[in-house]
Every structure is written in C-alpha cells, then in structure tokens.
C-alpha cells in the first residue's frame, strides 16, 4: 500500500509498503460473514517477506497460523503482516522525527485500509496486535497508544525492563565505537553504507544500538542522541527518553497507559528462560505492570517456557489460538 504519512521519511525509505493480509478457511464462502483482525509485527531487522523464510526442520507461521485454523477448533480471524522495515533495520514501531513516522502509519493508514478493503469486525474489541522481540515491544505499547483501535495483544519476548535488556550492552557498544570508529557513530554509518552489511563482527551491534535511538531519543532536526558517553556512563537527560518509552514503566508514569491496559480484552505474555537479552525478566516485570493496573488475572496469560530469544515461532500459533477466542 501506499503511504502519505511515510512518504520523505528522513531515512529516505520508501513510502510503498507490502501488507499480507491472510484470509482463513471459509472466507470466500459466506459473502456475508465478518472475522476479528490480529495484526503480526516483526522483531528488528525484520522485513514482511522474511515471514516466509524457511528454516532447517522448521515451518515458517504462515503456515503455522494456516494449519492453526484450518485443523483446530480456533476461531477463525484475519491476519495481517505489518512491515516497518527502516534503513537502520527497524522503528520499534514508533513515531520518530530520526526514522518517520512508523506508529501512526499502522494505527492511520493500515488498520483503516484493511478494513475498507476486507470483511473485518472493525472495532477494537475484535482487533489484536502481537509480535516478538521489538514486535513484542510493539504490541505492547500500541494499545497502550491506542486503546480505541487495539483490545488485546500477544508479546513474545518484548523489549521491555530497558535497564536490564538494553543499559548492558551500552558499555559494548561504546568500547566498539572507541577501538574501530574512534568512538564516532558518524564514522561507523558513512563505513557501513560503502559496505554490504555484515562484512564487520561489529556491524550488528552498532547497528542495532543506533536503530532504538532512533526510535527512542531522535530529534526533531534528524539527528540522534546516545544515552550512554565514550565511556559507557549514562547520559541521564537521553536515558530518561528511553525510560518514557519502557513498557514496564509507562504505566505508572501516565494514567491514561494504565487505564487502557484494564481496557484489554487479553493480553498475553510469554519469553524464553534462557533469553539473551534477559527479556523473560522484562516478560515478568510487564506482568507485574499490568497487575498494578488493574488488569484482571483471568485476562492474563503468562508464560516462561525453555528457551532462548530466537526460533521461537512455535510459540507464535499458541497465542493466536488463545487471542481469537476473546475476539470472536
């Protein structure tokens, strides 16, 4: 589709997008019948296509989700593949004047054409986001944002708790800075586009860093802002950005996010106990946040199962079977 609110994004990336929409088993055969949405978002460095990426002994979820409804009792719905692929890799799923404006782009323009364009149940106690890693960080702080458009979610190993999943690595990525880039995020950038990516051990890292300030501390001229120094300390003005941004905080920073996670049809919470980035910490922690806001424990499904951040994808159907029964 089409995007007015990407268009000359400051990345320069483009503003037509792919959607994949998944119709589930039936849907041409009952011209008048209507299906819940659940809408599928990606971790970083995800693109809309690589959903179909074929591992080794393993199936991708499309095909999951399709055998999902075509062989259980699960409610059918419509599933909708998302893409917000940046040049940095990814948007965390947020407005940002360093990336563009990736947050409003699903909320305004593909929630609304998804609905004119397929039978849907267009309002928001039929409608579901979910994710993984930075999907998972999307998908909670989307109906946090937009409680009028999304009543229930399904992270995977979200990015959530910052202080544990991201201040780690800060000291890591500055020593990498200081020994190949004479500590300059500018010198890494103008290296890595006169390469393929990859071609350095450190690429990943710095990258990845990068792309969630952007997303987190951009500035309204373009520019990005680190939280942490040449010598890993916090930058507290730039880290109290990142903090405002912390799905396990933002409920008790702004009432409005707690009253819309109580407004949550079901919310389900899931990670690795092995997880790298220690997200099954950050799965815990937005538990407990949404405990204190009320949300009711029937309405909660928790979960932390044996093993690490990546493949994964098995989880994904369990949540979907689990979220179509609130929405049907």
């Known amino acids: 589709m089409r995007s007015e609110l990407l268009r000359d994004n400051p990345l320069g990336d483009p503003h037509e997008r792919p959607v994949y929409v998944y119709l589930p088993p039936g849907y041409d055969d009952d011209p008048g019948r209507r299906y819940p949405v659940v809408y599928t978002i990606q971790g970083y460095t995800g693109h809309v296509a690589m959903w179909f990426n074929r591992a080794a002994f393993r199936r991708p979820y499309p095909e999951l989700a399709d055998e999902l409804f075509a062989t259980t009792d699960t409610p059918p719905a419509i599933v909708v593949y998302v893409d917000a692929w940046t040049a940095l890799g990814g948007s965390q799923f947020l407005d940002s004047p360093a990336t563009g404006r990736y947050h409003s782009y699903l909320c305004e323009e593909v929630v609304p054409w998804v609905d004119a364009h397929y039978r849907t149940l267009p309002d928001r106690d039929h409608r579901a986001i979910s994710g993984k890693s930075s999907g998972g960080y999307g998908a909670m702080i989307t109906p946090m944002l937009r409680p009028d458009l999304f009543g229930a979610l399904a992270t995977h190993a979200g990015d959530a708790l910052f202080e544990v999943c991201y201040q780690p690595h800060f000291r890591d990525v500055a020593r990498l800075l200081r020994d190949e880039y004479d500590g300059s995020y500018e010198a ?141």
């Open 188 to 328: 890494f950038l103008a290296d890595l586009r006169s390469r393929v990516h990859g071609t350095k051990d450190s690429d990943m890292d710095l990258i990845e860093m990068y792309g969630y300030a952007a997303a987190y501390s951009g500035n309204p001229d373009g520019s990005v802002s680190m939280p942490f120094d040449d010598v890993g300390a916090l930058v507290p003005e730039v880290w109290s950005r990142w903090l405002a941004w912390d799905p396990t905080l933002m409920p008790a920073a702004e009432p409005r996010y707690a009253e819309a996670l109580r407004t949550q049809r079901a919310i389900w919470i899931d990670a690795g106990t092995r997880d790298e980035y220690h997200l099954d910490f950050g799965a815990e922690a937005f538990r407990r946040a949404a405990a204190k806001s009320g949300v009711p424990e029937t309405s909660v499904h928790f979960e932390l199962f044996n093993a690490k951040h990546g493949a994964i994808e098995y989880r994904y159907p369990l949540a979907l079977s689990w979220l179509c029964t609130y929405l049907t």
